[in-house]
């Protein structure tokens, strides 16, 4: 098998691996669909980092893997920040996960940047390496037809520790 064969599966192996578990179950005439949508991280920081940009660093905390990109970070006409939930709880808006860190930048003055930075300069621009102190994941998003209010539930009934606990 050639390099080109041999990195096309392995593209299709991660991006098979990436999809499952990300679905939602409609029940139609025909029977159940399969909708792949993205998580519902629900989580309380250390202090209100909800300006800065957030980052996925690897397990050992020494390299920026995932960030992005400069036109990435807007969420329809306006910035992807978290939505402020009941009680110091956020809900994601930009899809974070337990190895998060966040930047010294704000939404703001990263969208003004003219280049997305590289991991290894972004690495220099973190302004907490770990500043998750709860990290919840509560299903599929698109199964809630109203996130926000289903998460401000789930904490004012004291069921949102009974999800599961990524931090």
Known sequence: MGNFAKIS?????????????????????GGAVSVPGPRCIVYKMKQDYSRQVPV??????AEVVSFPGIRDIYLHDGFAYPTKLEDGYFLDNRGIGPQVAFLRLTY?????????????????LILDADPILEMYDC????????AEAAMNELILTGKL???KRLK
């Not at 299709?12 to 939602?24: D, E, N, P, R, Y």
């Not at 703001?108 to 220099?124: F, G, V, W």
């Open 9 to 29: 599966a392995l593209l299709i192996a991660v991006c098979s691996l990436m999809c499952q578990g990300c679905t939602k179950h409609i029940t139609n005439a």
């Open 56 to 61: 996925e660093l690897s397990p050992d905390r």
């Open 108 to 124: 703001d003055e990263y969208s003004k940047l003219e280049l997305t930075p590289s991991a290894s300069s972004l690495i220099n």
């Open 139 to 146: 299903g599929n998003r698109n199964s809630f037809a109203d």
């Open 161 to 163: 520790k009974q999800k």
